[in-house]
């Protein structure tokens, strides 16, 4: 253990150990489900994962500001439901949609945004209250009308079956690879660019980053926008995959993204995390949760009870982590 | 004098008189006994949560896993009263299980050293799943009648048993809050859990003592909620969470820890349950109700904030 903290950052560690644990979880459903292990298990699991990434890939950068975003279940359903409203009455093309979309989930997270980082309320707050806000505001607007199928144009319909390349037996679909292009987007910048650093700057010593020169009051408003525009993108990814979309649409989504977030070892008290460590949580969480609806022993309504637990331990192993780094750092030192 | 007229109860009890005011011209027969006593009766388990989330906000922690709690709880009562044990046991065993789920949380959050937004964060999500392990999909009824009775009707005159708990409960709280040495380790933790540590307190022992009574108290409203409702489901008390933390922060108590009253947190309460009743009789639905109490959630820290911040200006 020594060497290996010794040789590694203890981020490439946890995203290692996470890697293992995934293949781990996918053995043991192997070897309890009978043919687990097919094209169809992967495609499910894979087009489920591409509506909850954008979301966790937000709520990580959210979380990397030291701040929560409970209300992005709320969000991709509004996005969701009025995009696909806007587009029965006009059958717009995939590019005005996509910005549509984003438009809307922007717009709901500068609401956040601005409460957060220029009112001083906290986020746990403020998105708990937009949580109940957002979805209010769909269940009026909708006036308990449901979004079909036949109202929207041929090509969001078309669009779950839409496979851009093969790769032997197996598909991959083109909301799969908006998904992972986002991922690949942000994993990039925040590793590169100069001004996604500063999430991580804000979130690791907010006094020292305001002492630097950095606006974080501007930094952690950014982060509520990219968080609600990555809503906005889930919203419509979910929208294309399930075609019928009600006022429930998105329900419970916070906490699939938070137990994702912090699985893929997202610190939780800022400053830390990767898109990888995401892309791996939101694909650990996403395969427990299709996997245990399929397995025969335990019923499916295990889901949230390991959801919980899963959390629990995340968090645990990082914190212990932490610790153990910190003191072996001093005594190397 | 002029200090409590400016204080943030002065303005509760103003915003109380006016939501009162406009209630009884919408319905003369507000003010009578028995619709004050459904006003109280159709929020009991939250108002009753509410007093111990005040004591654990004011300590700078906070307790999301309140609605799980009522809501196993319940559920594991059903799931004991439909095997055939009688019901007092069953009440033993949930008040017990309370106590038990009120330890984890605070066996996290002060031994491991986990924020409890994080840890509550976690319960919320873990135990709402073991209630819905325990009954699926199916609904539980049969309770016994004096159970039901013991929900539903008058102990004293009108007033049904959960209103003595609650009455019971602030008045002890508010004593524990404001009179004792313990209530001012609430407050000292609360302002800074670190100078508190090193004053010689015993950070840990008032944190865990808080989150078990917690557990303690969440699962007698979740009994109270079965009782009164006759009839348990996985999803009994989902979200009760929202409204309760509103009424305590509406009540003047600091999101930050070390400051609030259970006083501003009663008359809160009133406003609260005033506001509801008062749309219910405009024929404002459910869910309007839910989003005005959102937007009252986030003003009760904005406009404090913002008042603070005029202040530090003109100064």
């Not at chain 1, 990580?60 to 209300?71: C, G």
């Not at chain 1, 501007?218 to 929208?239: D, H, N, Q, W």
């Not at chain 2, 009688?86 to 033993?92: D, G, H, Q, V, W």
């Amino acid at each position: 253990m020594n060497v290996l903290l010794r040789n590694f950052h203890p981020q490439t560690l946890r995203v290692l150990t996470l890697a293992v644990v995934l293949l781990l979880v996918i053995v043991f459903f192997v070897s309890q489900i009978d043919n687990y292990f097919s094209p169809r298990t992967l495609n499910r699991i894979a087009s489920s994962a591409a509506v909850i990434l954008p979301i966790a890939i937000g709520q990580a950068i959210v979380v990397m500001t030291r701040n929560i975003d409970l209300s992005v279940g709320s969000l991709v359903g509004i996005t969701a439901y009025v995009t696909g409203d806007i587009l029965a009455y006009a059958p717009f093309g995939p590019f005005l949609t996509l910005f549509i979309a984003l438009s809307i989930g922007a717009l709901c997270g500068a609401f956040n945004g601005v409460l957060v980082a220029y009112g001083r309320v906290p986020s746990i707050i403020v998105t708990l209250g937009t949580l109940a806000l957002f979805r209010t505001f769909l269940v009026e607007y909708s006036e308990a009308r449901t979004i079909t199928t036949d109202s929207l144009p041929k090509w969001v319909v078309e669009l779950p079956q839409t496979t851009l390349f093969s790769v032997g037996v197996l598909e991959v679909r083109v909301m799969v690879i908006v998904a992972l292009v986002a991922a690949l987007i942000f994993s990039l910048a925040l590793w590169k660019l100069r001004a996604a650093r500063k999430f991580y700057a804000v979130g690791s010593n907010p006094d020292a980053a305001i002492m630097a020169g950095i606006n974080s009051e501007r930094v952690v408003f950014t982060a509520f926008v990219l968080s609600g525009m990555l809503a906005g993108l889930a919203g419509l990814i979910f929208l294309a995959r399930f075609g019928n979309i009600t006022v429930v649409a998105g329900l419970g989504f916070e906490l699939k993204s938070i137990a994702a977030v912090v699985v893929g070892g997202v610190n939780i008290f800022g400053g830390s995390g990767t898109i990888l460590g995401v892309v791996l949580g939101t694909l650990l969480v996403d395969t427990i949760d299709n996997s245990l609806i399929r397995w025969a022993i335990v019923s499916e309504f295990w889901r949230e009870a390991l959801l919980g637990i899963l959390i629990m331990t995340a968090v645990a192993v990082d914190t212990f982590m932490a610790r153990s780094y910190v003191q072996l750092r001093k005594l190397v030192a | 004098m002029s200090k409590f007229l400016r204080s943030w109860e002065s303005l509760l009890i103003l915003i109380l008189g006016i939501t009162t005011a406009v209630n009884i011209s919408l319905a003369p027969e507000f003010l009578t006994l028995q619709n004050q006593v459904n006003l109280f009766q159709l929020s009991i388990e939250k108002i009753i949560i509410a007093t111990i989330m005040t004591l654990i906000i004011i300590n700078g922690e906070i307790d999301l896993s309140v609605a799980s709690i009522m809501g196993l709880s319940a559920c594991t009562f059903g799931t004991i009263i439909d095997v055939g044990m009688p019901a007092s046991l069953a009440i033993l065993l949930c008040l017990g299980l309370g106590i038990m789920l009120g330890a984890i949380n605070a066996f996290w959050i002060t031994i491991i050293g986990i924020p409890s937004l994080v840890v509550t964060l976690a319960s919320l999500i873990g135990y709402r799943g073991f209630a819905r392990v325990l009954l699926e999909d199916r609904g539980i009824t049969g309770f016994p009648d004096w159970f039901i009775a013991l929900g539903r009707d008058g102990l004293i005159g009108s007033l049904p048993l959960s209103f003595f708990a609650f009455a019971l409960l602030v008045a002890t709280l508010s004593i524990v809050l404001h009179r004792t040495g313990f209530g001012r380790e609430v407050f000292t933790i609360g302002n800074s859990a670190e100078v508190a540590h090193y004053s010689g307190l015993r950070v840990a022992r008032v944190k865990s003592i808080l989150f078990i009574l917690s557990g303690g108290i969440s699962a007698m409203a979740g009994l109270f909620y079965a009782a009164r409702l006759a009839s348990v489901r996985g999803d009994a008390a989902f979200g009760f969470e929202l409204d309760i933390i509103t009424m305590v922060l509406l009540g003047g108590v600091s999101i930050f820890g070390g400051k609030g009253s259970m006083l501003g947190v009663v008359l809160s309460i009133l406003i609260v349950l005033n506001l509801r009743n008062g749309m219910a009789l405009m024929n404002i639905t459910g869910h309007i109700q839910t989003a005005v109490i959102g937007i009252l959630l986030i003003a009760s820290v904005l406009i404090p904030n913002m008042l603070e911040r005029l202040r530090s200006v003109s100064t």
